[in-house]
């Protein structure tokens, strides 16, 4: 038995590759539920303090961690887009940073045991992913 498919030409081939492009783009910048920024912007900042804890803030650490991964995926499961990170430059930069400000924490915990630069860098982290937040809502063109 043959089987006997349809090869596309070369115009055929780029309309259909252009079509799939178009496509990932339109799902990836799907709007997000609008709670689920302030929650990760929560989660971040609460990640972040656990570092206050000293050396048993790492169950606690782990929890949270594992709270903003079900959060996101629930989230993006109830979208149908779990794994879509957004075509926003803003957005994921502000993601970056407020990685950077955890990270920061952890680095900070091996010199300090004060709690204001935990604070600090909550905050930080929180109101940067806030704003990408923002950034993120404005760019998939979805209402305030």
């Given amino acids: 038995m043959e089987n006997n498919l349809d090869v596309p030409d070369a115009a055929e081939a780029r309309e259909a590759l252009a079509g799939i492009d178009s496509v990932q783009r339109a799902v990836r910048d799907t709007p997000w539920p609008t709670w689920i920024y302030p929650v990760n912007a929560l ?28 959060v996101n995926l629930l989230a993006g499961y ?12 803003a957005f994921l930069a ?43 809502r404005r760019s998939t063109g979805a209402p305030r």
């Fill in 43 to 70: 989660l971040l900042a609460a990640m972040t303090l656990t570092f206050l804890l000293g050396d048993d803030g790492f169950i606690p650490l782990l929890a949270v961690s594992a709270t903003v991964i079900a």
């Fill in 78 to 89: 109830k979208m149908g887009t779990p794994y879509t990170l957004p075509t926003s430059r």
């Fill in 94 to 136: 502000s993601v970056v940073a407020s990685g950077a400000c955890v990270f920061a924490a952890f680095i900070v915990a091996e010199f300090t045991t004060q709690a204001w630069p935990f604070i600090v860098l909550a905050l930080a982290a929180a109101a940067s992913y806030l704003a990408g937040g923002v950034a993120h």
